[in-house]
C-alpha cells in the first residue's frame, strides 16, 4: 500500500499551452481513486505521467513519500492495464503473464507458482498455452489484468481497460476489478470517460476538464454537489438540464421563460449576486404537477420505457430536457403534460463561471439510505 | 476542492521545472547514434563520399590508378558534350527506357489482371509468371544468347518455319538494341507482375460485387475501379522500373559488349568502359554525374505528376 | 470476373511464352553437342555429360559456395543494420529523427552506378579485392530495408513498449525479444529479397574478383559462357541450369510472402 502525491503538476508540450495544468491531490495507500472527463481533457496524460510514460514538465510527484519525478516506469512500483491491453502477440498467455516477472529476474519456480495462482484468480487456466489472438477481447482483458496483478506492485494504473468490451461483459468486470482491488489492498488509478464507471467504481472521483480540476470528491458528493456545471452535466445519466435564465433581485424570482417564475426564498437571495445564471435539476427532480403550482406544460418528443422507470424528453426554449419518472408510465409522443419544479431541486450557476452559487438540497429528496440492522 | 499539501512538501513547490541530468536528458540521443551508427558509417563511406568523389573526380584527368592527376575544370563535361560517342549512348539510353518500361508494365499488368483470376490451379501460374523474378542478368542473358542464336538458336528456327529471313539480332546494329529490350522485359516480368499482383489483390472485392449489381461491363470496371485503385501500386512500380532501366548493364556485358557500332552502349555500360576499360576515370565520373541527374530527375518528376494523379485510400 | 474459357487459354499461352527460355536452356544442358547443332528444341536422347563438362572447365562448386557465403553474410548483415536503423526510427525519439530519416531515404536516389568508381578505389585501397568483405560490407545498410522495416515497425502498438517499459525491461531487450519476433514475416521478406539481389548481382562482383578465390556464380558463368561459346553450349546451359535453381526454389517457396511484404513495403 502506497501513498501517490501531485503536487501542483503541469504538462505542456510546446512551453506556451499546458495541456494540465496544477494538479494538486493526494491518493491515500489502498483507495479507489477514478480520474474522470471528456475525452482530450488530460486524464490519460496525467496517469501515463504518473507512470512515468510522460515527462512531468512541472511539480513534483510522490509515490510513497519518494520524489518519483525522476524514476523510470519499472522504478516506480506500479503496474499498468492498458486500453488495447499491449498483449505481447508471439507469446502464450503464460509467457505474457511472466513476461515482467522474467525482466526483473524473479526466479523460475516463483515465477510459475505466481503465474498459476492469478490465472487461477481469473479464471484463465484453461488459456495458458494459447496465444492473445485465439482468445475473446473478455479474455485478452483478463490476461492483462493478470499481468498487473502478478507484478504484485502495490500501485495499479488502469486506462480506460473495459472500454474495448460489451456493455454485459463491462458491467461484469466493473465489479471485478473492484473485488480484486480491494482483497489486494491495491491502491487504484482508474481512467475512464465514463461516467458510470466513475460513479460505481470509485472511493474517490476526480473531473478533469480541459486540463484542470473540476472537482474531488467521492461519489454521492459529487453528484449532489457538483462544484460547477460542468460537473452536473457530466456526472449523471440522462445529464442534468440546464437552461439560461434571470434572477430579479427585486421580486426575489428566478424566470425561465417570459411567465415562469419561482420564487426565492430570502436566506438564498444574498447568495445569488448576478442577473444572468444558469439553473439546472436533474431529470428524476421534475414532477408531474398534480397539487403543485404549474410551471410548464410541455409536449412531449420522445420516450424511453426502461422497465422499472420511464424517460420522457420535452423540448424547453431551444433545449432538450429529460425527466426521469419511476415505474411504467403510458405516454405518447406529441402528449402536453403539466410539470413542476421545486425550487429546494433546483442547482443554480454562475453563467459566467459556472460555478455552483446554490445545490439542489439533497436530503430533501434523496434520503441516503442506511441499513442498519 | 480543497487539497491538503504536507508541510513536508511545500518547502519544494516554487517553480519546479525538473532538471534532469545531461547524461539521461540525452539518452535517447546517444541511444540513437549508437544504433544508427552502423548504418551512418556504412553510408558515408559507400553513398555520401564516393557520390562527392564522382564530382570531384569528374572535375579532373586521372592517372592510370585512379589517382586525379590534373584539374581540368568542366573540360570533362565540354568533352562529353561534344563527344559523338556519349551522344550515342545517351541516345541509346533513352530509347532503351522507351522500349522497355511501358511494354514491361503494360505486360505485366495484363499478367497480374487474368493471374488474380480465382480459378483452380491458379497458384501454380503466378508461381510461373513470376519465375524470372529469380533469374539473374548473367544466366537470362546466356540464354537469351542462344535463343538469339542467328542460325541454330530457336527465334530463327522459328521464324525459318514462316519463311522470314533469319535475323542477326545482335550483330545488326538496327536490331541489336530490341534485342537487348527484348531480354530486358523478359527478365522485369516477374517482379514487376508480383508486385501488380499485390496490388490488385489490396483492392476491396466488395467494389467490384457492387459494380456488377449495377451492370458494370469488364471494361468499365477495369477503367473506374482497378486503375484507380491500382495507381498506387503503379505509381511505384513504374518509378522502379524507370530507374533500373536507366541502370542496365549486364545484358549489354554480355549480349553485345556495347556493339554493334555502339548502338548498344547504354550509360552504365559507357561508365564501366570508360573507367575500367580505358582507366579514364574524370570522363567516367562525369557520366556518372549525368546518369545522376537522369535519376533525379526520374525521381521528381515521378513525385511533382505521379502524385497528383494517384488515387490514394 | 472474366470467362474461365477465355482465361485459362491465355493462362496457358502466356507460361509457355514467359518459361520457355528457361526450359529450353533445360534441354540444350541435356543434348550432345551434334543434336544441338542441328536446332532442335526437345532433346532425342538424354546425356548428362554437359554436367559433369560444367563442373570441370571451371570451378562451379567454389563459386556456389563463395555466392552462398556472400549473399548469406549480406542477408544476416543488411538485416542487423536495417532493423537497428529501423528500429530507432520508430520506438526511439531523438533530435533531428525526420531530418536523419530524409537523409537515409534520399541515398535512395543515388543510383549505385554513379558511385561505382569511387566505391571501387576505396575497396582497392582498404586491400579487400578478391575478399569476402569487399563483395559484403558495401551492401549492409541498405535505405530501402530500413524503410521497409521501419513500415511494419510502426504497425507495432507503441503500448507494447510502453508496456515493457513498465515491466523494466531495456530498449535493447525490447528490441530483440518483442520487435524482431513480432515482425518475423517481414524480416523474411526482406532477407529473401536480399539473398537474392545479391545471389544475382552482377556488375559489382565483375569488378572486385580477378581470380577464383572469392569469385561469385554469376561471373561464373559468363567466364563459361566465354570459354565455351565456339563449342559447347550444352556445357554453358548446364552451368545457367545449375546457377538458377538456388534462387528458383528460393523464389517459389517464398513467392506468396514475397509478394505481400513487399507490397506492404512499397505503397504504405
Known sequence: MKKVELVQISKSYNHHTNVLENINVSIEPGEFFVLVGPSGCGKSTLLRMIAGLEDISQGKLFIGGHHANLLRPSQRGISFVFQNYALYPHLTVAENIVFGLQAQKVPKNERNKRCIEVADMLGLIPFLKRKPRELSGGQRQRVALARSIVSQAPICLMDEPLSNLDAKLRSHMRSEIKQIQRRLGLTMIYVTHDQVEAMTMGDRIMVLNEGKIQQIGDPLQIYNHPANAFVAQFIGSPPMNLIPATFNKQKQTIQIEYHHEILVPLHDVRNISNEDIIVGIRPEDIHLARNEPIHFQIEVVNVEVLGTETIISFKIKDQQWSMKWNGQWRIAIGDRIPISLDYQVLSIFDSKTGTALKNAKADTHYKINEVNL | MKVVVDEEHKGQIPATINKLSFLSRTLNNRTALLYLLPSIVLFSVFVFYPMFKTVYLSFFLTDLQGRPAEFVGLENFQYLIQSESFHKSIKATLLFVLYTVPISIVTALFLAIIANEKLKGIGVFRTLFSSTMGMSVAASSVIWLFLFHPSIGAINRLLSIFNIQAIEWLVDPSWALISISITTIWMNTGFTFLILLGGLQNIDENLYESASIDGASFWYKMRRITIPMLSPTLFFIITITLINAFQTFGQVDILTKGGPAESTNLIVYSIYREAFINYQFGTASAQAIVLFFFILIVTILQFKFGEKRVFYQ | ?268
Open chain 3, 1 to 268: 470476373m472474366i470467362n474461365k474459357w477465355v482465361v485459362y487459354p491465355l493462362l496457358m499461352i502466356c507460361s509457355i511464352c514467359l518459361i520457355f527460355p528457361i526450359c529450353y536452356a533445360f534441354f540444350i544442358s541435356l543434348m550432345d553437342g551434334g543434336e544441338i547443332l542441328q536446332g532442335q528444341i526437345l532433346p532425342k536422347s538424354v546425356t548428362y555429360q554437359n554436367y559433369i563438362d560444367a563442373f570441370k572447365s571451371v570451378p562451379l562448386l567454389q563459386y556456389l559456395w563463395n555466392s552462398f557465403i556472400v549473399s548469406t553474410s549480406v542477408t544476416i548483415g543488411m538485416l542487423v543494420v536495417s532493423s537497428l536503423a529501423a528500429f530507432t526510427f520508430v520506438f526511439i525519439p531523438f533530435h533531428g529523427r525526420n531530418v536523419v530519416f530524409f537523409i537515409f531515404i534520399s541515398t535512395m536516389m543515388i543510383p549505385w552506378e554513379a558511385t561505382m568508381i569511387p566505391n571501387f578505389l576505396t575497396i582497392q585501397k582498404l586491400g579487400w579485392i578478391n575478399s569476402y568483405e569487399g563483395l559484403t560490407i558495401p551492401f549492409f545498410a541498405l535505405a530501402f530495408g530500413t524503410f521497409l522495416l521501419r513500415q511494419h515497425f510502426k504497425i507495432i502498438p507503441l503500448e507494447l513498449y510502453e508496456a515493457s517499459q513498465v515491466a523494466g525491461l531495456s530498449q535493447f531487450k525490447f528490441f530483440y525479444k518483442i520487435v524482431l519476433p513480432v515482425s518475423k514475416t517481414s524480416l523474411v521478406t526482406l532477407g529473401a529479397y536480399g539473398f537474392l539481389t545479391t545471389w544475382n548481382m552482377y556488375l559489382w562482383p565483375l569488378l572486385v574478383t580477378s581470380n577464383d578465390s572469392v569469385r561469385t556464380v554469376q561471373i561464373g558463368i559468363k567466364q563459361l559462357q566465354t570459354q565455351e561459346i565456339a563449342t559447347e553450349w550444352g556445357v554453358v546451359m548446364a552451368g545457367v541450369i545449375i546457377v538458377i535453381i538456388p534462387a528458383l526454389l528460393l523464389l517459389f517457396l517464398g513467392q506468396k510472402q514475397l509478394q505481400k511484404g513487399l507490397t506492404q513495403g512499397s505503397i504504405k
